[in-house]
């Protein structure tokens, strides 16, 4: 993994306002269910704020002034708001928890929809890891910030405002001494939360970082071992788990330092108020103990809100970091995608030419070069060569998972890329070198390459493929479970009902990337009828391995370095006595005795 890709690691300080306008507005098309919640979460802290008052009315108006009327109609009061306030508190967590689960819906809808339609490149590029915490953990955390960041805060403002206000009938005076104290218990709660944060994130940092570590070593065991590296690698592991040592306590220290700091600047405010109140009692404005009690309570009520601001505030900085990188893949612009004025030609079963292509993945280091060819429909191309010369890529830039450099591909005649994707893409039967399944049946599979098969179709086209009996072996025939990936089955047989699936779509051009790894005779005789059915009457480009495929080629080209070393029939290739002619010397020969031995098993002849 490379650097870029431990950013989220890093505590981020810079403060985005337009992200955040953009996080908020993801809540747009719910609006309603906002303004439902913010109103009952103001509602909530203003009776907190008014129980307050009451109280004190109770021990004033009622208890001091032995006033039994007032007691009861008071403390009648006092029930009742305190069940509308249970309704109220059940309706802001009802809301609050809906609009965070309909704001998460929206994200992963977003992510996922980008994901799909992203090109290959960026896949190759990006670590899936990196791609799965974007729409996984991320989405929480713009969420959570959305609803129960909006709603601690809101509720922080109004509770201190309700405070106030109610603290300012009872005696203003005293209202500005805690007022003046509020800024700088706020000031001081974000300090700390900022520290601890950043603290944490060093300190889980270190942890992936530790983690790292002991995973190369233990992996790696024999090299260290080989080498005499044991203490050098003991003192930079030394070296990392005292920096987390370092960091984890200093977390540790600032958490137990936090709450008693606040406490003591709410003590001191509180301190205040009942020397001042008490004097005044004694004095001029006459303080009730009443009203004493209610600015001990709201003082100690306000400290709370105030954390929460601070906490939010701290960990906002961090959801900002997560919406950006989540923004950045919803954003993400595909890098094949369909122009303007694409249009589906109703059919690619026409000639193929690829027109002096160059092109090249990430570096610019060339795969293919100045690549010209021209494919009669329904001619079968054989792909050969050595390793890494670039046959993958030339069909890769058919199927349009990357468009040329420079040059033009056309298919019927016109530039493909004035087509659209998805009438190409969906015209195109492709069975890759190491064919991929999705968890599910071996139905369920098949029935991908077109979704409203019959269970009869998806039979015949087994069948065609050649795949119909080994599935009927299966403990569950066509309802067996292939396991995540497919990983329940061999890669033949994956290769099979891949078969089938192309088989099924009845593609106008099909496409196989034969599997090097050796399957089985029976196996390979059944892999060889499924894809002469799929050739058959189709513009065909096969990435042979095995020598009967090759054989059957209208065409053999012989791919070197991205360029087309040798093209002709095996017998003109041969004669040749050139790159072909080696090649089969050295690596086809020994097949032919598989041949004969498939023939005996089949009765079909390989050629
Ligand atoms: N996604 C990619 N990103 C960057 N480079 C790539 C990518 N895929 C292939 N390459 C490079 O392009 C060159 C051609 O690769 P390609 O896969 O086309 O070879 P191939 O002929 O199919 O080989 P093989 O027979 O092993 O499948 C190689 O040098 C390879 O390293
Ligand atoms: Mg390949």
Known sequence: MTDQYFEEEEFSTQFNGKTVLRILSQTKPHWK????????????????GYFTFLSKRIIDEGIVARDRQALI?????????????????????????VL??????????????????????????????????????????????????????????TNIASATFFMMVINWRLALIVLAILPVLLWVAVQFRKKILSEYRNVRKFNSKITGAYNENITGVR???????????????GQLTNQMY?????????????????????????????????????????????????????????????????????????????????FSLIDAVPEVRDRA??????????????????FYYEDEKPVLQDFS????????????????????????LLCRFYEPKRGVIRIGGRDYTSLTLDSIQSRIGVVLQTPHLFSGTVRENIRYGQLNASDEEIEAAATLAGAHDFISTLEKGYDTDVGEGGNLLSTGQKQLISLARAVLAKPEIFIMDEATSSVDTLTEALIQKGMEHLMRGRTSFVIAHRLSTIKRADRILVIEDGKIAEMGTHAELLRQGGHYYRLYTRQFRHQLGQEYDLYKLTGVPAV
Do not use: C
């Open 73 to 97: 109609s008071l403390v009648t009061t006092y029930g009742l708001l305190q069940l509308t306030q249970a309704a109220l508190v059940f309706a802001f967590v009802y809301l609050t928890g």
């Open 33 to 48: 269910w906002v303004v439902g919640f913010l109103v009952a979460v103001m509602f909530v802290s203003m009776q907190d």
């Open 223 to 237: 090299v260290v071992k080989a080498l005499g590296r044991e203490a050098e690698n003991l003192s930079e592991f």
């Open 100 to 157: 965070g689960e309909r704001v998460r819906y929206d994200l992963r809808k977003k992510l996922f929809n980008n994901l799909q339609d992203l090109s290959l490149s960026y896949y190759s590029r990006t670590p899936v890891g990196w791609i799965m915490s974007r729409v996984t953990s991320d989405t929480e955390k713009v969420s959570d910030l959305i609803t129960w960041g909006v709603l601690d805060v809101t509720w922080a403002i």
């Open 373 to 396: 060819l021209k494919v009669r429909p329904g001619e079968t191309i054989a792909l050969v060569g050595p390793t890494g010369g670039g046959k993958s890529t030339i069909v890769n």
């Open 246 to 326: 370092r960091s984890g306590y200093r977390a540790a220290w600032l958490s137990a330092l936090f709450l008693p700091t606040v406490q003591i600047i709410s003590a001191f405010a509180v301190g205040s108020i009942i020397y001042y109140g008490g004097l005044q009692a004694n004095t001029v404005l006459g303080m009730t103990v009443g009203g004493i009690q209610a600015f001990v309570s709201y003082i100690t009520f306000m400290m709370w809100p105030i954390q929460d601001v601070a906490r939010v505030y701290a960990e906002m900085q961090n959801s900002v970091a997560s919406a950006e990188r989540m």
């Open 341 to 358: 004025e694409a249009v589906d030609p109703g059919t690619v079963q026409g000639e193929i030419e690829f027109d002096h292509v160059d």
